[in-house]
């Protein structure tokens, strides 16, 4: 954002007079131009006269005309409308009149299934039900009156000290050092106006000031348990989030000097958007992250040659081309989650790791899970694992004629490799030869803010809500919860952008696929949340699969673990304990950004960086003291572990063996299906 001198000075109280000089904005007269006389007479044309011509000449060149609005927040165009802020007024009024008519239908459909008793529309005051927490803790903190003193006194320091700085700098326009300061990765805060502008600057810092002063009284909590005290942070993290002057129409400069440039159309634009998007959310509103209509999967993403091979109720088996002439002779089985799409592995050919894993000389299998509906409601852990887990493993068999292969697990399809190998430990079962976990929790003590979502009465919420939609969970339940993780990124930066300065979303390769969510079967998912999240049974060896009791030091293959220093969803620590549960040989490595960049992150891309450290002390503090830091991707560091297990090669095999006819090309049916 541009803020002139001028305007900063009438803001401070200057007693400066500026020049009269007329600009072309400010000349609106009736007057015909003068300047005839001034030619004849050699004399220079006069302001008035100047502004009058480009006045008459803007008239003429509809394109000049359009140019002489307003540069910025702090120009105000004098005298009535013209032609032109009339027609913008017009269509704006069109825009309104169009979204309160949707709106209003769109309320009054919302009042009659709620009336109806539709689950979906009931009022969500506490949908977390966080009161009794959120009680108990503001309980303890007001009890500690020493606290409060020690952390109102630190408040109101720093206000006095941000009065100070912003005065000096109203009167003299020094720029004295910030009282606080924002984290440098809070995008939120990257307008120039919220550093050079005192105003926002003084907006900015105030609002840094509360938010410290609020969080720090929340995390000096003392006499709750951890489990409370973790879930009323993330909470009153939110609440803060919600409040940023950021969000707001009237305290956001870059929305200020937007609705100026355009003169309001912005304001009109993102309420249509606004309407739109509950209308696509059938009440509820669902955020535009990307412009959905932007990519085709198997056409645009997802395009590494293959086939389907296998087809089953609950997944599809891809076989992907060989990419060189001799490949490994072991085969790799990737198993990702079922809770989003697989294709995150093959977003762009540049970076798809599938692509990579091809080219490396891998034989490379993948489950593409289906995207179930109803028919899938009673279908167990147990069920995923032996119906798409054990029946892949079959099929690769069957088409290479090897016994054994390496696999892969990301995320929850790695949680479910790891209760698979406890359960094959017990049925003496020898198909899997190593595993390979990306961002993948066992052990969920230390699992982050997703613990906040799984207490007896929001497991009881979900579970009304799929009884309500036919024994499944809808995608946009998930993406929701998966967005609040990261709020400001993935909620309130799209407010902004869509309804605030009523942009377009843009097409994100990355975006489409955070919003491609797949549906949850009942039993399925409340199975994983409860043994899991809730109860930890299979980090406490309690787990029963199959008529066993599993125990993870039964797993003696080699394993690798990746874990990503930023994950908000499986925390470096909570990945560490999980690696020190398995009774063989387990690596451990870290590598740099979060759940999905740590992840995929092609060499070629040269981003981020990477630890290894062969040893597995008692603490991931410990392992890192020992941890040797290496720039860029980790990839080519686990292709050398998995060449060190088994490097033998055979001639490249294509999908099917000559003993499977493909059913379909890749990416295969299974992932087109939205929710």
């Keep these: 954002m541009t803020t002139r001198k001028s305007s900063s000075s009438s803001s401070s109280g200057s007693s400066r007079t500026p020049k009269k000089t007329a600009t072309p904005k400010a000349a609106k007269r009736k007057t015909a131009p003068k300047t005839t006389a001034s030619k004849a007479s050699g004399r220079k044309p006069s302001s008035r006269e100047t502004a009058d011509k480009m006045e008459t000449a803007a008239k003429a060149d509809p394109q000049t005309q359009a140019a002489s609005g307003p540069e910025s927040p702090y120009d105000f165009p004098m005298g009535g409308l013209s032609d032109e802020n009339l027609q913008h007024l017009e269509e704006m009024s069109r825009r309104v009149l169009q979204a309160s008519i949707k709106g209003q239908k769109l309320m009054n459909d919302a009042m009659k299934r709620s009336l109806e008793g539709d689950p979906s529309m009931a009022p969500q005051i506490d949908p977390l039900h966080a009161n009794p927490e959120m009680l108990q803790a503001w309980e303890h903190i007001l009890s500690d009156p020493e606290a409060i003193m020690q952390a109102q006194a630190d408040l109101y320091s720093g206000y006095l000290d941000l009065w100070a700085n912003a005065t000096r700098r109203m009167m003299s326009g020094e720029k004295p050092k910030p009282v606080i300061e924002p984290d440098p990765s809070d995008k939120r805060w990257k307008s120039d106006a919220w550093t050079e502008h005192p105003l926002f600057d003084a907006m900015k810092q105030s609002y840094l000031l509360n938010q410290r002063f609020l969080m720090g009284l929340v995390d000096g909590i003392k006499g709750v348990d951890e489990a409370t005290k973790h879930k009323v942070h993330f909470l009153t993290q939110q609440m803060v989030d919600a409040l940023a002057p950021t969000n707001f129409a009237l305290t956001n400069p870059d929305v200020l000097e937007e609705t100026f440039k355009t003169r309001g159309e912005n304001l009109s634009r993102g309420l249509m958007r606004l309407v739109e998007d509950l209308e696509r959310g059938d009440g509820r509103l669902a955020l535009s992250q990307t412009d959905m209509s932007g990519f085709e999967v198997g056409k645009d993403i997802a395009t590494t040659p293959g086939e389907v091979i296998y087809r089953n109720r609950v997944m599809e088996l891809i076989q992907y081309a060989p990419a060189t002439e001799q490949v490994r002779k072991r085969p790799l089985l990737i198993a990702p989650p079922w809770i989003n799409k697989f294709y995150i592995l093959d977003l762009r050919p540049q970076g798809s790791m599938i692509r990579w894993l091809t080219e490396q000389g891998f034989t490379v299998f993948l489950i593409s899970w289906v995207n179930p509906d109803a028919s899938l409601k009673d279908a167990t852990f147990e069920d995923y694992i032996r119906e798409g887990l054990y029946e892949a493993l079959d099929v690769v068999e069957e088409v290479t004629g090897e016994h054994q292969v390496d696999t892969v697990g990301y995320c929850i399809g790695g949680t479910m490799l790891g209760s698979a190998l406890a359960l094959m430990a017990a049925e003496d079962d020898d198909r899997i030869a190593s595993a390979t976990f990306f961002a993948a929790q066992h052990d969920f003590k230390l699992a982050g803010d997703l613990l906040v979502f799984v207490d007896e009465e929001w497991i009881g919420e979900i579970s009304r809500l799929m009884d309500s939609q036919g024994g499944v969970l809808d995608g946009r339940t998930m993406s929701d919860t998966f967005n609040m ?178 059913l379909c090309p890749a990416p295969g049916e299974y992932v087109k299906v939205r929710s």
């Design 485 to 662: 993780l990261r709020s400001n990124d993935l909620v309130w930066s799209f407010v902004i952008k869509n309804y605030l300065l009523g942009k377009e979303p843009q097409a994100f390769d990355l975006l489409y696929w955070n919003a491609d969510q797949t549906r949850m079967p009942k039993t399925l998912h409340l199975f994983y949340l409860n043994a899991f999240y809730r109860q930890n049974l299979l980090s406490e060896g309690k787990m029963e699969l199959g008529g066993h009791v599993l125990d993870m030091k039964d797993v003696t293959i080699p394993i690798f673990m990746q874990a990503s220093q930023k994950d908000h969803i499986a925390p470096a620590d909570s990945v560490y304990r999980s690696a020190r549960l398995f009774g063989g040989p387990v690596e451990y490595m870290m590598a740099g950004s979060g759940h999905i960049a740590g992840v995929v992150n092609h060499p070629d891309a040269n981003k981020y960086q990477h630890w290894t450290n062969d040893a597995l002390p008692e603490t991931r503090n410990d392992w890192m003291e020992g941890a040797t830091e290496n720039p860029g991707s980790w990839w080519p560091h686990w292709r050398d572990w998995l060449m060190s297990l088994s490097d033998e090669t055979v001639p490249a095999r294509q999908p099917g063996g000559g003993v499977r006819e493909p």
